[in-house]
């Protein structure tokens, strides 16, 4: 199975701050990287899909990067609502796994 | 609207089975992998398997195999999660997915999972 490894395991930022989320899979997936997000109480929301693709409907200050094994999530102005818990996917190969999440905080 | 409902919440002993189901509206049920994926309290996320709705094809996480049954009812446009054998840490909130396809160079398949349903808490406690 691939592992994938994301850091930090959570962050404390405020409004208007620039974040960058990273994810690591312990082999290379292409641009098999997607990520998603999720408040609590509710259902994964898809944000990137393809490293670097931003879904339908989604905030142009998310924005995803890299290929191989190295990937990032960057959020460019932080808003209130952006305060949740971030998942990479890798869609490479199966298992499709996730990472294990990173809590962003106030 | 588009969207995937599932069924209500369930408790059950352990080494009993839950089915869950999830209704798809909106979309044509046949042209999108069902993916089912699980969530205990306080945990991440992981994958179970997908159900292909147009021919009944199914992959399972190799966990999962043995215990774990993925169906579908096309003419009313439901997928179904089996789930036999539980166990206390089969506790989780169960979530129905759609998966969309991306035809990645050289012509491999990403999905990504772009419609989720709410989610069912499956508890399994004696």
């Known amino acids: 199975d691939i592992h994938v490894t994301q850091s930090p395991s959570s962050l404390s930022a405020s409004v208007g701050d620039r974040v960058t989320i990273t994810c690591r899979a312990s082999?290379?997936?292409?641009?098999?990287l997607n990520w998603y997000q999720q408040k609590p109480g509710k259902a994964p929301e898809l944000l990137i899909y393809a490293a670097s693709s931003l879904q339908s409907g989604v905030s142009s200050r998310f924005s995803g990067s890299g290929s191989g094994t190295d990937f990032t999530l960057t959020i460019s102005s932080l808003e209130p609502e952006d305060f949740a818990t971030y998942y990479c996917?890798?869609?490479?190969?199966?298992?499709?796994?996730f990472g294990q999440g990173t809590k962003l905080e106030i | 609207q588009v969207q995937l409902v599932q069924s209500g919440a369930e408790v059950r002993k352990p080494g009993a089975s839950v089915k869950v189901s999830c209704k798809a509206s909106g979309y044509t049920f046949t042209g999108y992998y069902m993916h089912w994926v699980r969530q205990a309290p306080g945990q991440g996320l992981e994958w179970m398997g997908w159900?292909?709705?147009?021919?009944?094809?199914?992959n399972y996480a190799q966990r999962f195999q043995g215990r774990v049954t993925m169906t579908r009812d096309t003419s009313i446009t439901t997928g179904y999660m089996e789930l036999s054998g539980l166990r206390s840490d089969d506790t989780a909130v169960y979530y129905c997915?759609?998966?969309?396809?991306?035809?990645?160079?050289?012509?491999?398949?990403?999905?990504?999972?772009?419609?989720w349903g709410r989610g069912t808490l499956v508890t399994v406690s004696s």
């Open positions: 159900i292909n709705p147009n021919s009944g094809g199914t």
């Open positions: 996917q890798q869609s490479f190969s199966i298992p499709y796994t």
């Open positions: 997915a759609r998966s969309t396809a991306t035809i990645m160079p050289p012509g491999e398949t990403l999905r990504r999972f772009d419609l």
């Open positions: 082999q290379s997936i292409s641009s098999f």
